[in-house]
């Protein structure tokens, strides 16, 4: 189970991940906390690499999207077929656009290995 500090951090990801910007009041009303804390919170995200902005009058908002996965997404994204994924995503013609990716590797895969080694050493 994550720390009240860690949901904190995760509750402010949430929201910042709707797009726009939220004011450190906002976020402070949603957690119930101050806004001095969610600044402390926020500079901790960032120090972690979460590329968040800070505009004065504004707010915050991120510079990225960013999905969270939570456990139960992942067990369904791991229960999903690949070709199964790749027919939702083109359509009827999945199959022959997979294959035709798959040809492309695989010649561009033999063409390398086909050709004479450097000679690089004097």
Request: hydrophobic share 40%; glycine share 6%; proline share 4%.
């Amino acid at each position: 189970m994550a720390s009240q500090k860690e949901q904190q951090l995760i509750e402010i990801i949430r929201v910042l991940s709707k797009g726009g910007f939220y004011s450190g009041q906002a976020i402070a009303d949603t957690l119930d906390v101050s806004r001095a804390y969610v600044w402390k919170l926020i500079q901790q995200l960032q120090e972690l690499g979460l590329g968040i902005e800070s505009v004065t009058g504004r707010g915050y908002c991120l510079q990225f999207p960013v999905e969270l996965l939570d456990e139960e997404s992942l067990k369904q994204i791991s229960k999903e077929d690949p070709l199964h994924l790749l027919q939702n995503k083109l359509g009827e013609n999945y199959l022959a656009i997979y294959n035709k990716i798959k040809l492309t590797i695989d010649n561009s895969i033999n063409e390398v290995l086909a050709r004479p080694p450097l000679d690089i050493l004097p």
